[in-house]
């Protein structure tokens, strides 16, 4: 049995039961994938992961890709390979994309359901094959001769990268110095060095598609001033065919020797050191951050899946290990030196740690598929021809929750699975080793978790006046203060009502500072110390409220189960009584922490900003 441990059930009971994906699916703009279709899909991409996928996870950190500097390209491990071209022939990559280009269009929420999956097994399989994605921005955003490249990445199979990132600009991208230089024919070439390319360089495709954030020439400076352009590594001969032409001017100058995720190739790449890099506007407009922003929104709900994905996998393992680890005496008979020996799983420190691992791993898991169905609004829409400007402000609000807070509380969890197997989770026996080391990056990667805490309160929340982060809160409200008879949650719900106006009030702390900014702008500072506070507090309250949301479902499941039987029905009453219990625990844990974290943050601090610099 391979690393890999899915949670199927818990996917599907969040989709279907507790998100009404049942009544979604099959009908209007999905009218190609009913319940059962999805339900198919889910099981076979299981399979897979469980099989091809997983199958190369070790191989791919332990042989890690091979850069050579002669020819400047990169050479992937052959298991890897074999677990990439597994996932591509069954079409997998596909899911999401219109029947233009030959995809599915299933709803958002379902092919993030399978990008769990793959990201569970193999990460690095499903990074390398995000050409579907940029396939399907280049299509919605290009030029008509650009639509045609993007038919030929997906015939073809080649593969995209989102470059973005220098050496010396790193996360201020208004700094970025590779510009661009127009030429009379009508393209551009680009000049400059890009950093921490993800898939910048491989051998799993003949040609990649970069995605390029550059300044072009007499543009101004700062992010206004910069444009997307598309440089593929061998120019396109025949756009009728795909038949490729001379090398470009971009090659892979470094591969990264990295911490974890060794499978995937990141990146130093030049742009036209030794010969031209050309390349063309994207859409044949200057717009390169609105559209370079629709390629992050991807990517940051990638890194949250992953997170969730691999704290899932993580925790099944570790508690996999607690029933069988047997050690020390049950604590109520510590002083019989003759007391049978128990295993972990009897000791409340380690029932402590695995419960909430599973609280965080199901909660992240619902705090994605919760944002795809927002995006199911929106993909419905499109297709309606409407606009749902507040699905797009929800959607918009929730992605930095989901890949900052996902990735940190993912981080910090799978540090206590470790901790469950003691020495031996330290060692090669075992993934969590591995975990650990691959998941450390989503917390860095896309945005670290600073970046998008500023971007939760100033871009999302002050720049709208709060109206949808109001909107949001309302409805955790109203689940807190629905209150069914006798369902065993009432001080659940207490919990998180009181979380949520303790998350109001740090907003509203970081509101009036804000307002004082305008006469005092150093007071700036008091709301630069809390966005990532403010993060972690929204995520708090966001993963009790689906929990809740999730424990109610089940309990009303578990009041129509007859108390006796065997098979699914007893699997089905644990499965039940462990929603209600996670729900509760994770109140009673976690949610009344929020309070203390909203004294701080209403506490003025007179000593971050005073700090010298000779004093750190």
Request: negative net charge.
């Amino acid at each position: 049995m391979g690393h890999y441990q899915p949670n199927l059930r818990d996917v599907e009971f969040t989709l279907f039961e507790v998100l009404g994906r049942a009544d979604a699916y099959g009908r209007g703009a999905f009218a190609g994938t009913d319940e059962d279709t999805a339900r198919s899909v889910l099981a076979e991409v299981a399979r897979l992961a469980t099989g091809e996928l997983a199958d190369a996870f070790t191989d791919g950190d332990r042989n890690p890709p091979v850069y050579d500097p002669a020819t400047h390209t990169v050479t992937l491990p052959d298991p890897l390979k074999r677990a990439y071209r597994a996932w591509t022939d069954g079409g997998w990559h596909l899911l999401d994309l219109p029947a233009s280009l030959g995809g599915a269009e299933v709803p958002p929420s379902l092919r993030w359901a399978v990008a769990e999956l793959a990201l569970g097994a193999n990460p690095a399989v499903y990074l390398y094959q995000g050409l579907a994605g940029f396939a399907k921005i280049l299509d919605r955003l290009g030029t008509p001769s650009q639509r045609r490249l993007a038919r030929l990445m997906v015939e073809h199979g080649w593969g995209g990268t989102m470059v973005l990132t220098e050496p010396e600009a790193g996360s201020d991208v208004g700094a970025c110095r590779t510009r661009a230089v127009p030429q009379p024919d009508g393209t551009w070439h680009v000049e400059g060095v890009k950093r921490f390319i993800t898939s910048g360089e491989h051998d799993l495709s003949e040609n990649i598609v970069h995605f390029v954030l550059a300044r072009p020439e007499g543009h101004g400076p700062g992010t206004k001033g910069l444009s997307l352009f598309l440089v593929p590594k061998f120019l396109v001969a025949d756009e009728r065919t795909g038949r490729l032409g001379a090398r470009n001017g971009v090659h892979a100058t470094a591969l990264e020797d990295k911490m974890g995720l060794k499978a995937s190739a990141t990146c130093e790449l030049t742009f036209g050191a030794d010969r031209p890099a050309v390349g063309l506007l994207l859409g044949g407009v200057h717009d390169g951050i609105r559209q370079m922003f629709q390629v992050i929104e991807q990517a940051r709900m990638i890194v949250g899946t992953k997170s969730a994905a691999t704290l899932s996998t993580a925790y099944l393992n570790a508690a996999a290990y607690a029933r069988q680890r047997v050690q020390g005496a049950d604590l109520a008979s510590a002083a019989d030196r003759g007391a049978p020996r128990v295993a972990i799983t009897r000791h409340p420190d380690v029932r402590r740690a695995l419960l909430l691992q599973k609280a965080y791993a199901e909660g992240l898991r619902a705090l994605v598929l919760y944002t795809a169905t927002v995006q199911d609004r929106l993909a419905a829409a499109e297709a309606a021809g409407r606009p749902d400007p507040e699905a797009k402000a929800l959607n918009d609000l929730l992605l930095p929750v989901v890949k900052g807070y996902s990735s940190e509380r993912a981080c910090e969890q799978l540090s206590h699975c470790l901790q469950v197997l003691g020495g031996a989770g330290y060692t090669r026996d075992f993934p969590l080793e591995q975990y650990v080391r691959d998941a450390k990056i989503d917390t860095l990667y896309e945005g670290t978790t600073a970046i998008q805490g500023l971007d939760l309160y100033f871009r999302k929340i002050a720049r709208d006046g709060g109206a949808a982060f109001g909107a949001l809160l309302a409805e955790v409200e109203k689940t807190a203060l629905d209150a069914p008879a006798e369902d065993g949650l009432a001080e659940t719900r207490a919990l998180l009502a009181r979380a949520l106006e303790d998350v109001r009030g740090i907003a509203g702390t970081m509101g009036g500072r804000l307002a004082e900014s305008f006469e005092d702008p150093t007071a700036l500072y008091q709301v630069g110390r809390n966005t990532t506070r403010l993060l972690m507090a929204v995520g708090d309250v966001l993963v009790g409220w689906l929990l809740l949301r999730q424990a109610t479902v089940a309990g009303a499941a578990l009041a129509r189960l007859p108390e006796d039987g065997l098979g699914a029905i007893r699997a089905r009453r644990a499965f039940c009584v462990g929603k209600m219990a996670t729900a509760r625990f994770f109140a009673q844990e976690v949610l009344p922490l929020l309070t203390a974290e909203l004294s701080v943050a209403r506490r003025l601090d007179t000593v971050l900003m005073s700090v010298p610099e000779d004093a750190w």
